[in-house]
């Protein structure tokens, strides 16, 4: 017998406009229910509500929901109002309105969606987690939506949750990222994609029906989840003792979980398959519930793979936990959903269903988000430790991806999807920017998929190199929706030229390499003297050089500490000399060491400096870094 659950939320307006909805009017008559979706989530047996102090319940998908006291609320709010809410009925199918493509959601785990319209084939259009869909209307339920549960946004000590409903009347929240400028304290908003955010919740179906964001409060600055919208191809900044400390604290000393002392194997997994273990880590404690899961606990299996409900005994079996997350990283992550020319390639962030490993990976819409909450609670409790660190870009439509700049430069792939290229929020990495020897400015990215030796095509059955697998894109293919904080800006450094300045005088070499792998604990950092000798120990001073490898990139830098102009590393009474000596044209400084003469970095050296390192000298006023 099945069992009668609740459905979702889904907002609905009856008056409907023959006007086109969101750029779409060319699939309004398409038949939703003869398509079908290609492949199937990658278990759809249950899924997990965990809050933010790790609390777990346990819900199982049922093939029908259905509330048939609903009935007589829909006749009366088709009479009687505007505004409506649509509630999903269990496991459905959909169309992407913008592009024809089949996907899935689940009304056990999905929340309200905002409609749009009703289209002459009798389908439903609304829009959840980013995408407008067209659903069969034997799958909807309508009712009025002030008396139905909607989901909000709302801002709380300085965090941003979004507040939802699963199984018609429970409720839930997931933390979603930070407050943002444009957003009240303790304020409560109204979004169905997360990145326009609306005070009323009838002014954004106004704008959601005319196919605008104009009375958005961020109607030029859509808002992206760090965590949910950073691509797989990055490196966490998080050790495997942080992963480890988490679990034990959730679970306690004594916890069976299989997620106990597996920080090392995600971390394993990422070095040995270029894909961030924080996100698969994230995904795992979604997936298997702590590393307490059946699935888990008799299979080693993190994930749910294969978990159908169809048949949940041919669920993958794994010899140890480390097997699991290589299995996940490589198969499922790297050379599946990361691969341009795979179905379910939609980018490589986690994502919702508008775009990202979401889409397909599972029916649940907020999938995505409900893992990037694991890793904001990750990071508050390790000093925003890895939070921000790297610069995000989204892609809309068709952006082709190349080897190189400039005329000689290859195609590698084309962003998009591996069913339907033009597509919108897929997300790049920004690791650099180049000009080619075309006169266009590129954008330098990790690639998605691996590449072949030469660099030449991709090659997504390959090892992940990150050191050979950069590619590059148009700068004006992108908008960048995140800026990155890099390791030097973490240290109170920055970059002028060709130098690198804001280190205080008497660091050591040690206890700046200590402080670089405080940050972010994969960099690496090499030290040389000025003679170009690697050093382990003694004092960082001007002229001498670091490596450092940030995101799978090694840059040097020369430092440049302002008054140590001998570089000892030291502000002390041979600097003062030797700055006079430059005044009085007895020997000139040149290089690092005249930018650290140039105190006052007006560009030349005079009394002024003299009089500055002289000052700093008799502990009158110390030299601004």
């Not at 009366?76 to 959909?94: C, D, E, L, M, P």
Request: aromatic share 12%.
């Amino acid at each position: 017998m099945k069992k009668l659950v609740s459905f979702i939320c889904i907002v609905f307006i009856v008056i409907v406009s023959s006007a086109s909805v969101m750029n779409a009017q060319d699939t309004e008559d398409i038949d939703i229910a003869s398509i079908t979706p290609v492949g199937q989530p990658e278990q759809d047996e249950y899924f997990y509500i965990l809050d933010e102090n790790g609390n777990v319940e346990y819900v199982t998908y049922d093939s029908y929901a259905y509330d048939e006291s609903l009935d007589a609320k829909e006749r009366s709010a088709f009479r009687n109002a505007k505004y409506q809410v649509a509630k999903i009925t269990g496991y459905t199918t959909y169309t992407e309105a913008a592009t024809g493509l089949a996907g899935y959601t689940h009304g056990n785990s999905a929340t309200d969606a905002a409609y749009i319209q009703t289209n002459s084939n009798g389908t439903v259009r609304v829009k959840q987690a980013g995408v407008v869909m067209d659903i069969p209307k034997a799958n909807v339920s309508i009712v009025d939506y002030t008396g139905c549960n909607v989901s909000t946004y709302t801002t709380s000590n300085g965090k941003l949750y979004h507040n939802f409903f699963y199984n018609q009347t429970s409720k839930a929240s997931n933390w979603v990222g930070y407050q943002q400028g444009y957003m009240a304290s303790n304020a409560t908003y109204y979004s169905y994609d997360g990145h326009y955010f609306y005070t009323k919740y009838e002014t954004m179906i106004d704008d959601y029906r005319n196919n605008t964001y104009q009375h958005a409060i961020n109607p030029n600055t859509p808002y992206y989840s760090y965590y949910q919208f950073l691509s797989h191809r990055s490196n966490t900044g998080f050790a495997a003792n942080m992963f480890d400390n988490r679990i034990i604290e959730v679970q306690g000393q004594g916890t069976s979980s299989k997620l106990r002392n597996a920080g090392k194997d995600f971390i394993s997994a990422q070095n040995t398959y270029g894909v961030n273990a924080g996100l698969m880590w994230a995904v795992s404690i979604n997936e298997s519930g702590w590393g307490l899961s059946q699935l888990s606990l008799e299979r080693n299996n993190l994930f749910g793979h294969k978990a159908y409900d169809s048949n949940v005994g041919a669920a993958e079996r794994y010899n140890s936990v480390l097997d699991c997350v290589n299995t996940h990283a490589k198969t499922y992550i790297s050379s599946g959903y990361l691969d341009p020319t795979d179905y379910r390639y939609r980018g490589p962030h986690l994502g919702d269903k508008q775009s990202g490993i979401n889409v397909k990976y599972a029916s649940d819409p907020y999938w995505g988000e409900k893992a990037a909450q694991q890793l904001y609670l990750l990071a508050e409790r390790n000093n925003r430790k890895d939070y921000g660190s790297y610069s995000l870009g989204s892609v809309n439509g068709s952006a082709n991806i190349y080897n190189s700049t400039g005329s000689s430069k290859k195609l590698l792939y084309t962003t998009g999807s591996g069913e339907n290229r033009n597509l919108d929020n897929n997300m790049v990495i920004i690791l650099g920017e180049e000009r080619g020897s075309d006169g266009v400015v590129y954008y330098k990215i990790p690639s998605d998929s691996a590449l072949t030796e030469n660099r030449v095509a991709i090659n997504p059955t390959g090892i992940y190199k990150t050191g050979r697998d950069y590619a590059y894109i148009r700068k004006s293919d992108v908008k960048v929706v995140s800026q990155g904080s890099s390791v030097l800006d973490r240290l109170g450094m920055r970059q002028e030229g060709s130098y690198v300045l804001g280190l205080k005088p008497n660091t050591s070499v040690q206890a700046f390499t200590q402080n670089v792998k405080a940050i972010d604990t994969n960099a690496f950092v090499n030290v040389k003297n000025a003679s170009g000798q690697v050093v382990t120990s003694g004092t960082m001073g001007t002229g001498m050089t670091f490596t450092l490898k940030e995101n799978g990139v090694l840059t040097t830098y020369t430092v440049v500490i302002k008054g140590d102009v001998d570089g000892d590393g030291q502000i002390r009474s041979i600097d003062y000399s030797i700055v006079k000596n430059d005044i009085l044209n007895i020997r000139k400084l040149s290089k690092a060491y005249a930018t650290a003469g140039d105190v006052d970095g007006d560009g030349k050296i005079r009394s002024i400096d003299y009089s500055l390192i002289k000052n700093d000298i008799l502990n009158i006023k110390d030299i601004v870094q």
